[in-house]
């Protein structure tokens, strides 16, 4: 089944993408900042919300590791 169509697989695959583009953004923030409108604008604005809601995001990667461990 693909990741779109399940609602755990496409919650993971979001909090994966904020996780990268955060740490993409810290590591190189020039890589993120020039392109802040468009496809490669979505980029950012995942890098924005791991870095205002980290706490949260946080909580939603140990939520998702023990649901895989129950599993």
Same mark, same amino acid.
């Given at each position: 089944?693909?990741?779109?169509?399940?609602?755990?697989?496409?919650?993971?695959? /979001?909090? !994966?993408?904020?996780?990268?583009?955060?740490?993409?953004?810290? +590591?190189? $923030?020039? %890589?993120?900042?020039?392109?802040?409108?468009?496809? /490669?604008? !979505?980029?950012?604005?995942?890098?924005?919300?791991?870095?205002? +809601?980290? $706490?949260? %995001?946080?909580?939603?990667?140990?939520?998702?590791?023990?649901?895989?461990?129950?599993?």
């Amino acid at each position: 089944m693909s990741a779109l169509f399940n609602f755990t697989s496409l919650l993971q695959v /979001l909090v !994966l993408l904020i996780c990268t583009s955060t740490y993409i953004h810290s +590591m190189w $923030p020039a %890589v993120l900042d020039k392109n802040k409108t468009g496809i /490669l604008g !979505l980029f950012w604005k995942c890098a924005r919300i791991g870095e205002r +809601m980290s $706490p949260y %995001v946080c909580l939603c990667c140990i939520i998702i590791a023990i649901n895989q461990l129950i599993q």
